[in-house]
C-alpha cells in the first residue's frame, strides 16, 4: 500500500506540474488521480502513511489527510509526532492547534516543546484559535513565541481585538 501511494504521490507531482511531465493529465484526471490516493488514506494507517513521506510530499494532499485522519483518530500521538518532525508544514500546525486548544495538556505540552518553525507556527495559530475566547490566555500563548516581528505582529493583533481567522 505504501509503494501505490508514493508511486500515486509522484505521478501526481509530476502531472500537477504541467509541461515538462512524462505524464499528460487533464484536470479532471488529476482530481481523479488525488481523490483515488486520498480514499487509500484511513484512521488506521494515516500514522504509517505520513511517516513515511518524504519532506517533499509532506506538502500534498495526502499528507494533509494523513494529517487530518491521524489528528481525528489520536490527537497526542499525531500533535507530538508533527512537533517533533523536521519538515511538517505550516497547514498541519494550524491543524494541530485547532484541535489541541480542547486539550490543555496537550497545548502546555506543545508550547514547551522545543524551538522550530513548526512550533512558532503552531503558537501562533493556538494563539488565534483561543483569541474569540480568552484574549488573554491568547497573550500568553502569543508571549511563548520567538521575539521577532511575527511575534509583534500577533500580540499587536490580541491587544486591538482582532480575532480573525488565521490565514491557510
Known sequence: MLATIHAGLKEWAEASRGSGSRFRHDKPSQDALQNNLLSLITAQNAPQILRS???????S????TAALRWIDADLTAAARWLAACPYATDDQAWTVAHQAVEDAALMDELCGAPDSNWKQSFLKYASLEILPIDP??????????????????LLAQIAA???????R
Request: glycine share 8%; net charge negative.
Open 161 to 167: 481585538g482582532q480575532a480573525s481567522p488565521p490565514p
Open 53 to 59: 513521506l518524504s519532506p517533499e510530499e509532506m506538502d
Open 61 to 64: 494532499p495526502v499528507a494533509v
Open 136 to 153: 488573554t490566555e491568547a497573550s500568553r500563548i502569543a508571549e511563548r513565541m520567538s521575539p521577532g516581528a511575527g511575534q509583534s505582529a
